[in-house]
């Protein structure tokens, strides 16, 4: 069975020890910075630190496959269009007639793909080096209701077994004859019958479990025990505020042109 | 000293919410500490229903409607709140699955689950989930991840989530339906090991050589009522047990070949049934 969505890989670097919200931090900085800041050396110089970053987690290579299947694409088709299209092009660099590829189109596409790498990058090193239930449990510790947190948690692991769920009762209507492969029309057809006993059977699995977990004392009033410790010291929250401060940096030298 | 019940019911009426007609019917009967009472009847004949009161389930989470008397350890069950009564009472229901938290990564987190609401201390926590999972056979399995586990495991894992709470009643609603015939015997030798130990349990079951072996007092349910309540050979006797619900195998290859009631209803009754005739 599916164990859960979380992208979570095992390890013991200092970004898996680091505490949620650093690495929280240090995401959204490096993509706000990505973003904001005028100038290649920025964006460059945001991914190869957290490349870096990925490394030291020892999840680089995860990255990579990402990187291949998802970025790559998404790079050629930008070089395509703002190369062949964008207002800005003067400079000819493929000429190739009514589809001549332009330097200034090409240099915004390619400067859009490097803030494009720097948000999935720091977006992955997150995921990669952060458990779920170390972000439930530090927002929790923060104030944020237990409910909610267990709300968070419990869903990556409930999607997935919803999901095959789905394929199940998809196999049981195959087997009374329903099609469910084939045109899109055929495809659509067989949607129907599968709504109800899908929703019918999620209504049933959620009641039932609501059931167990007021059965066990979920969302008693009073204090719930903290689950564990999450190492935090004065070193991080300094971190923390510098990354934050980065952002209204990048600001300042886009406003002022500094590069 | 007069000792109290465990369970005690005085003509329960309840009806679900919306529901034409009543669940359970008026019914009356009590439990007292120790005992092992096996729960039987056909479909919608009140049997989780009668779970679900004793846990308080009916009417704090369905709503519905509840007159009657019913009090679990003395308490008034409409006082208190289930998740209030989840130190001294337990419910185990069918599907292992759905009894995940889902937001747990290891089997020995999943069982911490129910103490850490209750702001149990964590060196009290780590003591009673280690015992849990002794009681229940899964120490070995205590870093899996709970979806790793078979269906019977599962089921277990279920259990040792209740057993950390200490509790002194077991509600069990047809715990077995969805397991194997390994997972089924493995988790019926748990429940006979708590009971030994003085653990009260009402399990509804719709195996009935399961029933008849394992519990000392039957109940029979049928339209939301008691209709017969004793030891194992005298409830399978009754003929309107046999018409609503059937008999256990040996009961019924007993009665087939001609010997009269009350029938044996485990496998060593029957054999010291059948060498006398």
Redesign the interface.
């Known amino acids: ?4 969505l979380s992208l979570y890989v095992e390890g013991d670097s200092p970004l898996h020890r680091a505490h949620p919200f650093t690495k929280g931090v240090l995401t959204l900085s490096a993509i706000a910075v990505a973003f904001i800041a005028p100038s290649w050396a920025w964006v460059v110089g945001i991914g190869l630190l957290v490349i870096c970053l990925q490394l030291i987690a020892g999840v680089f290579r995860r990255f990579l496959v990402v990187a291949i299947t998802l970025l790559a694409p998404i790079t050629v088709l930008l070089l395509i269009v703002q190369g062949l299209v964008n207002p800005a092009n003067r400079t000819v660099v493929v000429p190739a007639g009514g589809f001549s590829l332009y330097r200034e189109g090409l240099l915004i596409a390619l400067l859009t793909a490097a803030r494009l790498v720097d948000l999935i990058a720091a977006t992955f090193l997150f995921s990669f080096a952060t ?1 779920p ?1 170390d972000l ?1 449990e530090a927002l929790i510790q923060k104030g944020l209701s ?1 409910r909610i947190g ?1 709300v968070v ?2 869903a990556l ?2 999607i997935p ?1 919803t999901l095959e769920m789905v394929s199940r009762i998809q196999d049981a209507q195959r087997a009374r004859g329903l099609e469910t492969e084939g045109r899109l029309l055929t495809r659509a057809r067989a949607f129907i019958p599968l709504l109800l006993p899908v929703v019918l059977s999620s209504l049933v ?1 959620t009641q ?13 009033p ?4 903290q ?2 410790v999450l190492p935090d010291s004065v070193g991080q929250r300094v971190l923390r505020w510098a990354l934050v401060a980065l952002v209204p940096a990048a600001v300042v030298s886009r406003i002022l042109g500094w590069r | 000293m007069e000792v109290r019940p465990v369970l005690a019911l005085r003509d329960v009426r309840y009806r679900y919410a919306d529901a034409e007609r009543e669940a359970i019917a008026g019914v009356s009967l009590t439990v007292s500490a120790g005992e092992w009472v096996g729960v039987i009847g056909p479909t919608n004949a009140g049997k989780s229903t009668l779970c679900y009161l004793a ?1 308080g ?1 009916a009417p704090h ?1 369905f709503g519905g409607r509840l007159r009657g008397e019913l009090t679990v350890f003395g308490v008034d069950t409409r006082r208190q709140k ?3 009564r ?2 001294r009472v ?2 185990l ?1 069918q ?1 292992p ?9 290891r089997v020995s987190e999943e069982v ?11 060196d009290e ?1 780590a003591v009673r989930v280690g015992e849990a999972l002794r009681l229940v056979d899964l120490e070995a399995l205590a870093e899996r ?1 709970p ?2 586990l078979s269906g019977g495991q599962l089921q277990r894992l ?1 259990l040792a ?2 057993l950390v ?1 200490r509790p002194e009643l077991l509600l069990l609603d047809e715990p077995t339906s969805q397991l194997d015939p390994a997972g089924t015997n493995a988790l019926l030798q748990v429940l006979a090991g708590l009971h030994r130990s003085g653990t009260t349990i009402v399990m509804v079951e719709q195996k009935l050589e399961a029933v008849a072996a394992l519990c000392p007092r039957v109940v029979a349910l049928a339209d939301g009522r008691v209709i017969a309540d004793g030891p194992p050979e005298a409830v399978f006797a009754d003929p309107a047990v046999e018409e609503s619900t059937g008999l256990p195998a040996y009961a019924r290859l007993a009665k087939a070949a001609g010997l009269p009631p009350p029938w044996p209803v485990t496998v060593e009754a029957a054999e010291k049934a059948f060498h006398r005739a």
């Open positions: 069975m599916a164990r859960g458990r239930q439930a237990p267990y948690q419990s692991q409930i077994q699995a039932e479990r609501a059931m167990a977990l007021d059965v066990r004392g979920f969302g008693l009073g204090a719930r025990r689950r564990y | 846990m389930l989470f289930v998740a209030e989840s130190t337990g419910l229901f599907n699955f759905t009894q995940l938290s889902g937001a747990r990564e911490a689950f129910g103490p850490e609401w209750h702001g149990l201390p964590a926590v991840h979806l790793d279920a989530s209740l709470m």
